[in-house]
């Protein structure tokens, strides 16, 4: 039992002196682009190509996000001394790196996670499930029989939908 509270007396130790933000935010990262999709697919109340979108949103959100704050974080460590110069207090670099850290894990899941995942997931999604472009709304192809051979081919015509216009009420 000594050993056990040892141990655990070492790692709050350790912790409580390299506390940093990105610590708490990579952990989450990291359980939400694991679990969350695992948990999405089991659920067999939803259709299965619905369940499929969420858990890829969500996994590529836990990647997007785990690779923000690392890269966020790092240039953030390196401002920190620069910073410390300039403001005269070198001895308080520790509390500078702390402080900036929790400032870019605010600031990426605020703006930088949402902004890449927006810009990155349709077009992975199309990419990973092989998505054919389908042809614009409100056009339809016909199909006309050619006297000639016999065969069907496209033509397009435009239809215009049934609630057209901009009107109010019925």
Known sequence: MTTLSKSCENICTYLG????????ALTIALSKGIL??????MD?????QSRV???FREGTTGAVAFGSYLLTNHFVEKMAKPICERAKI???????KSTLSLISVSLTALFLI???CNLVTKPLMDLCTKKKKEAPIGIEPLK???????????????????????????
Not at 36 to 41: A, D, G, I, Q, V
Request: hydrophobic share 25%; glycine share 6%.
């Open 114 to 116: 949402p902004m890449i």
């Open 44 to 48: 067999k109340k939803q259709d299965r």
């Open 17 to 24: 002196k390299n506390n940093n933000a990105l610590y708490g």
């Open 144 to 170: 006309i029989q050619s006297t000639a051979n016999k065969s069907y081919q496209p033509v397009y015509s435009v239809k215009r939908p049934f609630n057209y216009g901009m009107r109010v009420g019925l």
């Open 36 to 41: 969350r999709p695992t948990y999405t697919m």
């Open 53 to 55: 979108y969420t858990a």
């Open 90 to 96: 070198p001895d308080k670099l520790g509390q500078v």
